[in-house]
């Protein structure tokens, strides 16, 4: 089965800063990567697909790379709403298995 | 708009049984995957299956292969999730969601229900 591993756990960021999360897939997945964010108490909600693909709606300064076994998302310039944990998912094969989480918190 | 609301959660004693509906609208649902997703408390999303859009193709995580059914009926705009030999380990929130598209290749989440909760408890 192919395990999906974000890094960090949490981060603690200022508003502004540039926020980096990697996720890692233990094969290779091509680009079939979708990130999510899940803001506390609510419902996930789809932010990247394809790697690099923003979803409809989902705001700019959230930005997704990588292909093969190495991703990351990208939000440039923090906001006090991006507090959330974010996951990434695999969806090339079964199982369709999500990272981690990595817990946002603004500083 | 897409509407996805989940039902028949509740407390099951282990060993126990629950079905689980989800209804589906704003969308043409027999040409979309359909998942279903959980959450403990205070912990991670977990994959749990997904179905074709014409149910010919099923796909089950490890922990609740043998024991969940995932299916579908396009004639009702419903999917469903059978759980039999529920254990504690399943207690979670249940996450009814649609694939981006038809295809495997298309099997990211687009948009989440609201959820429904199932505790296994005796």
């Known amino acids: 089965d192919i395990q999906m591993t974000q890094s960090p756990s949490s981060l603690s960021a200022s508003v502004g800063d540039r926020v980096t999360i990697t996720c890692r897939a233990s094969?290779?997945?091509?680009?079939?990567l979708a990130w999510y964010q899940q803001k506390p108490g609510k419902v996930p909600n789809l932010l990247i697909y394809a790697a690099s693909t923003l979803q409809s709606g989902v705001p700019s300064r959230f930005s997704g790379s990588g292909s093969g076994t190495d991703f990351t998302l990208t939000i440039s310039s923090l906001q006090p709403e991006d507090v959330a944990t974010f996951y990434c998912q695999n969806y090339y094969s079964a199982p369709w298995t999500f990272g981690q989480g990595t817990k946002v918190e603004i500083k | 708009q897409v509407q996805l609301v989940e039902s028949g959660g509740g407390v099951v004693q282990p060993g126990g049984s629950l079905r689980l509906s989800c209804e589906a609208s704003g969308f043409t649902f027999s040409y979309y995957g359909m998942h279903w997703v959980r959450q403990a408390p205070g912990k991670g999303l977990e994959w749990v299956a997904v179905?074709?859009?014409?149910?010919?193709?099923?796909y089950y995580a490890d922990s609740v292969k043998g024991r969940f059914t995932i299916s579908r009926d396009n004639s009702k705009n419903t999917l469903s999730l059978q759980m039999n030999s529920l254990r504690a380990e399943d207690t979670a929130m249940y996450y009814c969601?649609?694939?981006?598209?038809?295809?495997?290749?298309?099997?990211?989440?687009?948009?989440w229900g609201q959820g429904t909760r199932v505790t296994v408890s005796s």
């Open positions: 969601a649609r694939a981006g598209g038809r295809s495997s290749t298309t099997w990211y989440i687009a948009y």
């Open positions: 094969q290779d997945i091509r680009n079939y």
């Open positions: 179905i074709s859009y014409d149910g010919s193709n099923k």
